[in-house]
């Protein structure tokens, strides 16, 4: 299955990241097609597809078409997938519109609206209840894909910012 992803040049941070991890690993996404040039939500998703080695298809935009070269690549984009992801920042005209284009067009999506961040890393989510601890949190089954847990001595991780 082929997801396009569209979203604020804004939006960079690991929040998009684990969005876009959780929609590929629940529709089993087996190729990511996006916008070539823009950052934010689009970058994140170049970098994820690189780090889970899945295909890729980039749209570049073609000025042969001047001012529609934007509207012509989010459309061969939107052609091109079999559902979308949208990680909005409530603002960008540019996301709005694929999102419109998206509906008349049918396509299986998913939205996410969010602030953009005032941090780069360790943003997470916001916390709706407080943490608790029972002794049956214990996770028995091993770590998931979304959190590895791994044994590094104190030398290696030292090693790890180098």
Partial sequence: MRLSVHGSRTLEDERVKVL????????????????????????V??????E?????????????????????????????????????DGKSKGTTNELRLAEKMNKAKTVHVMEKSEHKTSVGFGIEEPWDWKEDDQDDEGPSLLSEMVDVSEEEFMDLDE
């Fill in 20 to 43: 876009l991890m959780n929609e590929i690993l629940e529709h089993k996404i087996t190729m990511i097609v996006t916008h070539a040039e823009p950052g934010g939500v689009c970058q």
């Fill in 52 to 88: 889970m080695a899945l295909p890729l298809k980039l749209h570049f935009l073609n000025f042969k078409y001047r001012g529609g070269a934007f509207e012509r690549r989010s459309k061969a984009v939107l052609k091109d997938c079999d559902r979308a992801i949208f990680i909005h």
């Fill in 45 to 50: 998703a170049r970098k994820l597809a690189k």
